[in-house]
């Protein structure tokens, strides 16, 4: 199998596996047979595998330059990844009624928590994690991984946007002090943070992101560190 014809299958998987969630008769059968918590488990298990399956066929497919790699470009990556991952860690098991399969229930629209910094925050996260490495990485095979992931992220963020603005019969009031883009219902005075800081997520985030940090090497092959 040469560099291309894994790459290009490789891609092929990650995208249609990630067709699940969008297809609610194919979701809730799968969570009929394995439960909620088996069904997130097993796909996110399928979606890391695929990924990482994707990564090292990208790295290789044969090399062609398109822009040089410049230590600036680490440094944002660097820097944009620990957002990444902490976005994450907070919005995990959150309740959420707009993203895709997200429920309304536990949900207070008057304190969103971290729904309230922006209605998609895993997706947000994606597109965050995906634009910083199509940045560091010049090459025509990672311009085409982290390009279409990223425009996958942002596609993503409109589409489960439409969906709920067109399924939630009371869209305006669960979303009146949260915002699609980050930050902006910060800025406008319709969100800000209530209670105590959430030190056990934020803790999880920076080990999963110490973790990632040490296992970038081995995993990937190559050190993310400037």
Do not use: C
Not at 190 to 204: A, D, H
């Amino acid at each position: 199998m040469s560099g291309w014809t894994e790459f290009i299958i490789a891609f092929a998987a990650f995208m249609a596996a990630h067709v699940i969630p969008m297809q609610p008769k194919l979701k809730s059968g799968l969570i009929a047979v394995l439960g909620r918590g088996g069904y997130i488990a097993a796909f996110s298990a399928l979606s890391l595998g695929l990924l990482w399956w994707l990564l090292m066929a990208s790295g290789r497919a044969p090399y062609v330059e398109i822009w040089p790699q410049a230590e600036w470009q680490r440094w944002l990556a660097n820097l944009a990844v620990p957002a990444a991952v902490l976005l994450t860690t907070l919005a995990i098991g959150a309740p959420n009624p707009f993203s895709f399969g997200g429920k309304a229930q536990g949900f207070d629209p008057q304190r969103p928590g971290i729904i309230g910094l922006t209605r998609h925050p895993l997706m947000w996260a994606f597109a965050l994690w995906a634009g910083a490495h199509l940045l560091a990485n010049g090459d025509l095979a990672h311009v085409i991984l982290f390009g279409l992931l990223f425009l996958f992220a942002l596609t993503g963020i409109w589409a489960a946007e439409g969906r709920a603005r067109r399924n939630l019969p009371d869209f305006a009031r669960l979303a009146a002090h949260s915002s699609v883009w980050p930050g902006a219902a910060l800025l406008d005075g319709r969100w800000r943070p209530r209670g105590p800081l959430p030190w056990l997520r934020l803790g999880l985030g920076v080990l999963i992101w110490a973790a990632l940090l040490h296992l970038h090497p081995p995993l990937i092959g190559v050190s993310p560190l400037p």
